[in-house]
């Protein structure tokens, strides 16, 4: 590893390090997440993984021993890293983090193997034995070369811009909260008559539930029941639907734009699962009715991505897992009222990001103005 030159600087009056060398520098927390959040990218559009390590003391935080520890280890891997290597704050005052950019996809226990032999071996000469004893060492990969097909895609230690937003956000989130539950519960008093119509016909014309029940992928990765009215006869098989939507995804990764015609469609055409009944629930998005049950719960949101299904998730690159981090999935979006089943899902994922970096509490009143135009239309609606 090449060797820099390190001017050690004092961490007790809270000041960072100071520059390592005109190249280099300690981060603050902030640039050092948001470095976190570059290399995200860099790797879902290169599909070179990189590799995050995080250490920390070990001693009561602010105390002096974990400031002399702490500053003891940064002098330390700055003089042992690459100049490609990232070293900040991942945690201000508790916690050093080294981005290893530019890794080759191999085996993960001998990179991490590897690493930490480096890294031990270098500390064991810069921290005294308890310093070295109390240390704490934890390495995060992206993307994780492990279990890519896990339904739960969200490290924090990765994932920290998207885990703790902003105080701003945070007060927006809290507005955008307040109009789910306010709106979520007018609209199910209003449309009582209208479910209860809609229950009657699904329970008249074929036998089963009236409620259709399935596993979906909300934010952050984590899992609930998702309700729409059935629209299908019971015990039809998923598996047409699954390897259906797992071709599209895999097949949208090697295709260019060009290429996708009528077969680029979301949603399967001719579907003989659906009902008569069925097919007029779906053409008219009634179907989606009881979701506003969720809302109201806050496992959805009146607006944001389609929530995925979990086999659906096991076919994503990287890069659109972005969908199920970044917002909480809602009843309509982007894609219902400018694209629908028309779009391809690599353009389908795109207005879900285009959704969850633009939004505003009033792009979300615009979408639900434009919802029941889209729903009149039916384009795409299958």
Not at 222 to 234: E, G, N, P, W
Request: charged share 25%; with cysteine.
């Amino acid at each position: 590893m090449t060797k820099l030159s390190v001017n050690r600087a004092p961490l007790g009056d809270g000041s960072p390090l100071e520059s390592m060398s005109p190249a280099r520098e300690m981060l603050k927390e902030e640039a050092f997440k948001r470095m976190i959040a570059i290399e995200r990218k860099r790797t879902e559009r290169t599909q070179e993984p990189f590799l995050l390590m995080l250490l920390e003391a070990g001693a009561p935080e602010g105390s002096e021993v974990n400031a002399k520890a702490l500053e003891a280890m940064a002098s330390a891997l700055f003089a042992h890293s690459r100049e490609t290597d990232v070293v900040g704050w991942h945690s201000e005052r508790t916690s050093v983090g080294v981005l290893y950019t530019g890794l080759e996809s191999g085996d993960k226990n001998a990179i991490v193997s590897t690493i930490l032999g480096r890294v031990k071996l270098v500390l064991r000469e810069e921290l005294n034995f308890n310093q070295f004893s109390q240390l704490q060492i934890s390495f995060h990969f992206f993307p994780d070369w492990e279990h890519p097909d896990k339904i739960n895609p969200s490290d924090p230690a990765l994932y920290p811009d998207v885990m703790k937003p902003g105080k701003r956000k945070k007060l927006l989130l809290f507005l955008k909260r307040a109009i789910d539950v306010a709106g979520s519960a007018v609209l199910l008093v209003l449309c009582a008559p209208l479910l209860l119509a809609i229950a009657a016909a699904i329970k008249v014309s074929s036998e089963g539930p009236v409620l259709f029940r399935q596993q979906r992928v909300g934010q952050y990765g984590k899992c609930f029941t998702f309700l729409k009215f059935r629209s299908m006869y019971v015990n039809s098989d998923s598996e047409v639907h699954q390897k259906f939507v797992t071709e599209l995804i895999r097949r949208d990764a090697v295709q260019k734009p060009a290429e996708a015609k009528q077969e680029g469609l979301y949603k399967l055409q001719n579907d003989r699962r659906i009902t008569r009944i069925g097919k007029i629930l779906r053409r008219t998005s009634l179907d989606e009715l009881p979701q506003l049950l969720n809302v109201l719960k806050g496992e959805m949101s009146l607006v944001g991505p389609r929530p995925a299904i979990p086999y659906e998730l096991a076919a994503y690159q990287p890069w659109h897992r972005r969908r199920v981090l970044e917002a909480r999935p809602g009843i309509t979006g982007l894609w219902q009222v400018e694209g629908r089943s028309r779009v391809r899902f690599d353009e389908m994922v795109r207005m879900d990001l285009r959704y969850s970096i633009g939004w505003t509490p009033w792009l979300d009143i615009k979408i639900l103005l434009l919802t029941p135009l889209a729903v009149l239309r039916g384009t795409g609606a299958y």
